[in-house]
T-cell receptor
Framework: QKEVEQDPGPLSVPEGAIVSLNCTYS??????FMWYRQYSRKGPELLMY????GNKEDGRFTAQVDKSSKYISLFIRDSQPSDSATYLC???????????FGKGTRLSVIA | NAGVTQTPKFQVLKTGQSMTLQCAQD?????MYWYRQDPGMGLRLIYY???????DKGEVPNGYNVSRLNKREFSLRLESAAPSQTSVYFC?????????????FGEGSRLTVL
């Protein structure tokens, strides 16, 4: 079992839909949780960051962490065609250790 | 503001040839990383350098070598390229030293080995 599991999709939704993207993990030491967005032929860019458990909201995006279930989610409200990209979850324990990435979920928002 | 710069952006090699991918960051970051990204495999860490003067193996180091030339530059070398090394390679940097670990990525280098 990989440390971080993420359904690769692809996921296709109509414009305006609510999108839910998820990752599960096995390492209970993970404390830092991130979501990266990667447009086609570009490098990933940080979208959301959460420390430990709880929710974080930024505009149309909400990140949730449930450490008891080892489960993280990214919700996108009122999805737009410009949200079409690959979304990668990433996480790591305390200390200067590298991030562990999920495989990424490819999302298409259809106008 | 350049951020993380990778060269070359595209390269085609024949099996057995060698090459070096260059990476430079201008954010005064301590840590630098090399990843490869393949369809269905996600981002896999090849090597990283937590600080100037140190390097460590990641998940898939075989067939690669790295050099942390100075705080700004981190190169990745393929000594004898194989078709299995056809991939998109990303360099990244982070502040390190107990920071959140946020990575800043370059635009990628697309390598094809024939």
């Amino acid at each position: 079992q990989k440390e971080v599991e993420q359904d690769p999709g692809p996921l296709s939704v109509p414009e305006g839909a609510i999108v839910s993207l998820n990752c599960t993990y096995s390492n209970s030491a993970f404390q830092y949780f991130m979501w990266y967005r990667q447009y086609s032929r570009k490098g990933p860019e940080l979208l959301m960051y959460t420390y430990s458990s709880g929710n974080k909201e930024d505009g149309r995006f909400t990140a949730q962490v449930d450490k008891s279930s080892k489960y993280i989610s990214l919700f996108i409200r009122d999805s737009q065609p410009s949200d079409s990209a690959t979304y990668l979850c990433a996480m790591r324990p305390p200390g200067n250790t590298p991030l562990v990435f999920g495989k990424g979920t490819r999302l298409s928002v259809i106008a | 503001n350049a951020g993380v710069t990778q060269t070359p952006k595209f390269q085609v090699l024949k099996t057995g040839q060698s090459m070096t991918l260059q990476c430079a960051q201008d954010m005064n970051h301590n840590s630098m990383y090399w990843y490869r990204q393949d369809p269905g495999m996600g981002l896999r860490l090849i090597y990283y350098s937590a600080s100037e003067g140190t390097t460590d193996k990641g998940e898939v180091p075989n067939g690669y070598n790295v050099s942390r030339l100075n705080k700004r530059e981190f190169s990745l070398r393929l000594e004898s390229a194989a078709p299995s090394q056809t991939s998109v390679y990303f360099c990244a940097s982070s502040e390190g030293r107990g920071n959140t670990g946020e990575l800043f990525f370059g635009e990628g280098s697309r390598l094809t080995v024939l």
